[in-house]
T-cell receptor, first 113, second 115 residues
Framework: DSGVTQTPKHLITATGQRVTLRCSPRSGDLSVYWYQQSLDQGLQFLIH???????AKGNILERFSAQQFPDLHSELNLSSLELGDSALYFCASSVRTGGSEQYFGPGTRLTVT | GESVGLHLPTLSVQEGDNSIINCAYSNSASDYFIWYKQESGKGPQFIID?????DKRQGQRVTVLLNKTVKHLSLQIAATQPGDSAVYFCAETWYSGGGADGLTFGKGTHLIIQP
């Protein structure tokens, strides 16, 4: 158990819909990262927040957004969902930003039908 | 963009043997590397890391070697056990001005331990 929690574990929704994925980092970790894992693209970095502020963006679509709240939990919002958005979404947390190990949560499996 | 890649998609070894998983990276600016293990249905699990100012780092039954000259990273697992069966990813990152990018992952190597 990494100490990172994610909800929900599974999510099934229809195309065009909007969903919110939630992540609680390990106690004391200020950084939260979001990743998408799909069979064709592998593990892709989406976005990084540090202590409530966005720090870096990776391959995140404009239809996706995220935020980190004062209690350091983070939410990833996916809108106008397409079939290709079906994937595993992981969040990871680390103590600081840059050059430190990241601990991954169990993931949310999103299925868009 | 630049990416980290793995040489072999599947590696099969006998239980008790040592295994070596290789990884090539292309960004010479990368200064931190991590090996992760991912079991089916779970998130990646941290195994070992190494910074660019080191060539070798050892953990429990695992050793990571970094060759910056040829941009090569390897993970050695000693005396493999059935529980070592998983997909192994190498990942790299670097500190970009004003913030830190996330990890760039390789495609993964599926390690299969034969009884």
């Amino acid at each position: 158990d990494s100490g990172v929690t994610q909800t929900p574990k599974h999510l099934i929704t229809a195309t065009g819909q909007r969903v919110t994925l939630r992540c609680s980092p390990r106690s004391g970790d200020l950084s939260v990262y979001w990743y998408q894992q799909s069979l064709d693209q592998g593990l892709q970095f989406l976005i990084h927040y540090y202590n409530g502020e966005e720090r870096a963006k990776g391959n995140i679509l404009e239809r996706f957004s995220a935020q980190q709240f004062p209690d350091l939990h983070s939410e990833l919002n996916l809108s106008s969902l397409e079939l290709g958005d079906s994937a595993l979404y992981f969040c990871a947390s680390s103590v600081r930003t840059g050059g430190s190990e990241q601990y991954f949560g169990p993931g949310t499996r999103l299925t868009v039908t | 963009g630049e990416s980290v890649g793995l040489h072999l998609p599947t590696l099969s070894v006998q239980e008790g043997d040592n295994s070596i998983i290789n990884c090539a990276y292309s960004n010479s600016a990368s200064d931190y590397f991590i090996w992760y293990k991912q079991e089916s249905g779970k998130g990646p699990q941290f195994i070992i890391d190494i910074r660019s100012n080191m060539d070798k780092r050892q953990g429990q039954r695992v050793t990571v070697l970094l060759n910056k000259t040829v941009k090569h990273l390897s993970l050695q697992i000693a005396a493999t056990q059935p529980g070592d069966s998983a997909v192994y990813f190498c990942a790299e990152t670097w500190y970009s001005g004003g913030g830190a990018d996330g990890l760039t992952f390789g495609k993964g190597t599926h390690l299969i331990i034969q009884p």
